[in-house]
């Protein structure tokens, strides 16, 4: 892979304020490192897209800190942004996006389905409840988020409610609200 020189102090950069600034990042510091150009971040290619090999995790931002850390990176020339339900963000991430004015065909967003929400109707709703707290028409990329099921402890009925929410999620491909789908925090 080749990351370009600016792309890659950029990236520096760009963690580095966010990190000790809790996402309250000065506009002047965007332009004392400039954007870097989308086009160089490597990606993944598929059949169904691309999958941008660098992205900006949103796991414990809230509020205006995640708000304020979406719009900076998207600025930056991030393109990729990684979230979750059990996050609480979405709006926020949401609102940041059309903030900056993106257009929604050059991002790239993941999400996952919490261990509270699988079997066949949690996970249905669950995957609704993020399409309209991200205002998105789909999600590129719908995970599972980690293969515990909350409150059951017959491994049985575990399992048959990871096979029900596996089954949506490929239910939800084929409807075109996701466009990749896949597990999270699996041990191999």
């Not at 000065?26 to 989308?38: C, E, I, R, S, V």
């Not at 596996?166 to 409807?175: F, G, H, T």
């Amino acid at each position: 892979l080749h990351y370009s020189p600016n792309m890659f102090a950029s990236f520096l950069v760009a963690c580095l304020l966010c990190s000790f600034s809790g996402g309250k990042v000065p506009a002047k510091k965007l332009a004392d490192y400039g954007p870097f150009d989308p086009h160089d971040i490597p990606k993944l290619d598929f059949e169904h897209g691309d999958i941008p090999q660098l992205g900006l995790g949103t796991y414990k931002a809230k509020g205006n800190d995640v708000y304020e850390a979406v719009k900076f990176a998207l600025r930056l020339g991030y393109r990729h942004i990684d979230t979750a339900l059990a996050y609480d963000n979405h709006k926020e991430i949401a609102r940041a996006i059309k903030d900056v004015g993106i257009n929604r065909r050059s991002l790239f967003i993941t999400s996952k389905i919490p261990w509270t929400m699988h079997g066949k109707e949690k996970t249905e709703i669950a995957i609704d409840l993020m399409l309209r707290e991200l205002d998105v028409y789909h999600i590129d990329l719908c995970l599972v988020h980690f293969p515990g099921v909350s409150g059951v402890k017959d491994p049985a009925l575990a399992a048959n409610l990871r096979r029900e929410t596996w089954k949506v999620l490929e239910e939800a491909k084929e409807d075109g609200k996701c466009v990749f789908i896949g597990v999270s925090n699996y041990m191999i």
